[in-house]
């Protein structure tokens, strides 16, 4: 059910509804999975001064009670080691913070970044953007309009990408807004939306959305960010059907995470859940130097050797590509196995 009807009262999407009962205490998260007496938990929760802490319950209802070491627990909540950083790592480590024009970041050839909005539905702790002035970069119909006239002056551009913060925090009706503006440029042929939002509150796939991506000239690529099989439940199976059913190309990337996913059972595991959830594995990233999430870093050589594992495990179009990203770089940098 993507909706709520009450008499008399307009209708009141439940994404939305979701959204703003989202989780933001480490002690009611804590309490809710039965681990609030648990001392090293307990001494992390200052970190929320850092960077807030928000996770949706539906994300939450996923984890599993009284196991410290769940791995989406670890992905959202706060933690003592947040406070000491290694000096290399720093608060801006693609080097985005100073863009050409708000909310618009034009890295690579053909393409460029849309900041549509520079909110999350959940916080992960090891998020690049974790320091990312989004108040410079206000998602706002004024910075859009700023940014398609920079898309309309550079025919080099082939493909959008909506990012964010998540970008699906924008309302169906904003959102419809900016397709219909991009649909006018001709040389704009594919739309990227980069989201979390689906995962961690499935029903934001709403008919609506759906419908919109099915009419749009543009070839829709939806990449989600899921980093653990847990995270799939049969709610975002059905949400993934729904795009899927209305012609959208769905690929995931995921974080290579320290006590969440470096491990090659798991990452089989996560790759074949994708696919059954009808999303190819697309990225596996090396973590993103920022500071606060240095706890969260695998090095290179066992980054390499857990995708050689997965080579010798699974089929081959179901190991995603060991990439970093390097600032200045025209594209991700592929991480060579040996
Ligand atoms: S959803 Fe994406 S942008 Fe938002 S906090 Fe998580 S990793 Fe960062």
New binding site residues.
């Given amino acids: 059910m993507t909706t709520i009807v009450t008499l008399n009262k307009p209708i009141i999407e439940d994404w939305l509804q979701q959204l703003a009962d989202v989780i933001t205490d480490p002690d009611e998260l804590l309490q809710l999975l039965q681990l609030d007496t648990h001392p090293e938990l307990l001494k992390g929760k200052n970190a929320r001064s850092l960077f807030p802490l928000?996770v949706p319950r539906a994300f939450v209802a996923r984890m599993r009670k009284g196991d410290a070491n769940d791995p989406l627990l670890r992905q959202v909540l706060t933690s003592s080691a947040e406070f000491t950083s290694p000096e290399d790592f720093i608060t801006d480590p693609l080097e985005e913070q100073r863009t050409a024009t708000p909310g618009l970041l034009h890295k690579y050839h053909n393409r460029v970044l849309l900041l549509v909005k520079g909110?999350?539905?959940?916080?992960?702790r090891?998020?690049?953007?974790?320091h990312f002035p989004y108040q410079d970069n206000q998602g706002n119909k004024k910075n859009w309009q700023l940014a398609l006239d920079y898309i309309r002056q550079h025919p080099e551009l082939d493909e959008i990408i909506f990012?964010?913060?998540?970008p699906l925090m924008a309302k169906d009706h904003e959102l419809s807004w900016l397709i219909d503006v991009l649909e006018k440029i001709a040389h704009i042929k594919r739309l990227r939306i980069?989201?979390?939002?689906p995962v961690?509150i499935p029903t934001r796939i709403t008919t609506a959305l759906c419908q919109k991506f099915h009419a749009s000239r543009l070839q829709i690529v939806l990449v989600t960010?899921i980093n653990h099989a847990n995270e799939i439940d049969n709610a975002l199976c059905d949400s993934m059907t729904k795009l899927k059913t209305k012609g959208v190309t769905l690929l995931n990337q995921s974080?290579l995470l320290r006590g969440v996913n470096d491990n090659v059972e798991v990452l089989a595991q996560l790759s074949n859940a994708l696919f059954n959830a009808g999303i190819l594995p697309y990225y596996l990233h090396v973590l993103d130097k920022v500071k606060g999430a240095a706890h969260f870093m695998v090095n290179d050589d066992e980054a390499r050797r857990l995708i050689n594992g997965l080579l010798g495990c699974i089929s081959g179009y179901l190991v995603p590509r060991l990439v970093r990203e390097i600032a200045g770089k025209k594209s991700k940098t592929p991480l060579t196995l040996s």
């Avoid at 090891?126 to 974790?130: D, E, Q, V």
């Avoid at 980069?194 to 939002?197: D, F």
């Fill in positions: 928000r909110s999350c539905a959940i916080n992960c090891y998020c690049f953007r974790r990012s964010g913060g998540d980069h989201t979390r939002l961690v960010h974080v």
